[in-house]
């Protein structure tokens, strides 16, 4: 690098020397000749330093794939400071407790209600992962055989068997899991587990037929080989345990399993879990079993909200890294699956599109592939969107629904009005730190709106239940008129 430099400072010296020659003895037709000979040496000797400096730079600063970013001390660093929050979480509980009862209180009655009648929740899930191993695959093999002409009628089998994974899905993992947390009246974290596996194997059983119908379309219209290429059982399932949703024949393998990693983030996740407990306890369940009782005016509203943000971006920070990178960094550790692009750097994006692209790439690539590009026409770009954000929006309030036991459609209206909004305001050409600063301040605004409105309702549930509710009671927020009612009393 530095005898580039030294020659370019040499030709430098020469063109000078030459100009002034050629300006005392008049040899312009040389000059000209010489001029363009060194225009083009100059251009071949700055690209090389242009090109030398570029591969000097990319050696210089490795890059860091997201699931490694915990490994570097910066971020080690702000790993340590929500360490050191939690500490004082616990620290201000056993105080307060101990002040209180006159001794250390060490119970966890909150967690042993949130994910109370677990052994019921186990053997749903049960239920729920061998119907998904046995029903979407003996079916689609099934059809795979029809298309060959084994039986007969290979359109009739395809209405059939197509019908028949309807249903089931329909009914078999859409309906009979909501049916038993419903009637079972099971606490929230429980509700969590069900529901959010229910929606994981929905999308997984969806991607494996999406996946596998076209290469046998394919082959019943060439007969390239002598039979369909149905996938190996080991093959499915793999891929149920696997931390994608996008079906693959065959997925980038690491040579070893590093069993220590896999404790240390089962671990994390445990300490996700005390970390919620102690946000609620601390920061949550004492303003809204008081503020419940109270009449909300527009003060005390603003008061709220503003009140929830540090709970929220708590709990939201938390719910990313206990789930999208300790939990499905274990299993693909597990699994010795490769490929760990579970998200991406959310927390630099200036636009809400970057952000919804990048938070959950998992759920994303999902969306992409089998609701934006399947059901995406030429000029219908934004109506495509418009789709995917809805059916976004309603699979996370029908969770939420199902989880609390009550309709109240804040987090969908968020979606659908205020993140449509966000993503054309909030472009991909927006560039700058302002724009990733009002890209937080807005995600900070939105936490403290659900964690309050959600938790109001929560506590209005309870406060004001209803014997034999009709059904505008039951899709009205009870919290809307909870307060009024013991306002007046």
């Known amino acids: 690098m530095q005898l580039l430099l030294v020659y370019f400072i040499f030709y430098i010296f020469l063109f000078l020397v030459f100009l002034i020659c050629t300006n005392v003895f008049g040899f312009q037709h040389l000059k000209n000749d010489l001029l363009r000979q060194f225009d083009s040496q100059v251009s ?16 210089s600063v490795p890059k860091i794939l997201p699931h490694e970013l915990f490994e570097v001390d910066h971020i080690r660093t702000i790993y340590h400071m929500f360490i050191a929050l939690l500490i004082l979480f616990i620290l201000s509980t056993l105080v307060v407790d101990f002040i209180d009862e006159g001794r ?18 186990v053997c749903t899930w049960m239920c ?88 046998v379309l394919s082959w019943a219209k060439d007969k390239t080989s002598p039979g369909p290429a149905v996938p190996q059982v080991s093959q499915y399932l793999y891929f149920l345990f696997a931390p994608t949703l996008i079906y693959r024949d065959k997925y980038p393998r690491n040579p070893v399993t590093r069993w220590s990693y ?15 407990y102690y946000v609620f306890v601390r920061l949550c369940i004492p303003q809204f079993r008081s503020i ?12 709220c909200v503003f009140n929830s943000i540090l709970p929220g971006v708590l709990v939201l920070l938390l719910a990313f890294f206990a789930f999208l990178h300790c939990w499905l960094n274990a299993f693909a550790e597990m699994l010795r699956f490769a490929d760990r692009m579970f998200y991406k750097d959310w927390w630099n994006s200036t636009s809400f599109a970057n952000y919804y692209r990048t938070w959950n790439v998992v759920v994303h690539d999902w969306l992409y592939y089998y609701v934006y590009r399947d059901f995406l026409l030429k000029r219908f770009r934004l109506a495509a969107m418009l789709f995917v954000f809805t059916i976004s929006a309603a699979v996370h309030e029908y969770i939420l629904a199902v989880c609390f036991g009550f309709f109240y459609p804040v987090l969908f209206c968020l979606f659908m009005c205020f993140g449509m909004m966000f993503n ?66």
């Open 44 to 59: 071949d000797l700055v690209d090389h330093l242009l090109e030398e400096s570029s591969s000097l730079e990319r050696s």
């Open 104 to 121: 250390l209180v060490l119970d966890f009655d909150l967690l042993v209600y949130a994910f109370g009648q677990f052994p019921l929740v």
């Open 128 to 215: 729920m992962f061998l119907s998904v191993f046995l029903v979407p695959y003996t079916l689609f093999h099934l059809w795979a055989q029809s298309q060959s002409g084994s039986y007969g009628h290979p359109r009739v089998s395809s209405l059939l068997l197509g019908s028949a994974f309807l249903t089931y899905q329909v009914l078999g993992l859409g309906l009979l899991p909501a049916y038993v947390v419903v009637t079972n009246s099971l606490p929230p974290a429980s509700c969590f587990i069900i529901i959010i596996e229910q929606v994981r194997l929905m999308m997984k059983a969806h991607s494996f037929v999406r996946e596998n119908v076209p290469k």
């Open 262 to 276: 896999v404790a240390s983030n089962f671990l994390q996740v445990l300490g996700c879990l005390c970390y919620a």
């Open 292 to 303: 419940s009782l109270q009449f909300l005016d527009l003060r005390a509203m603003v008061l």
């Open 424 to 489: 054309f305001i909030l472009h991909d050409r927006r560039k700058g730190p302002i724009w990733n600063v009002i890209m937080w301040t807005a995600l900070f605004l939105g936490q403290g709106v659900i964690i309050c409105l959600y938790s109001q309702e929560w506590y209005a549930q309870r406060y004001c239940p209803l014997k034999e509710p009709s059904f505008l009671e039951m899709v009205t927020p009870r919290s809307w008129s909870c307060q009024t009612g013991l306002r007046t009393d």
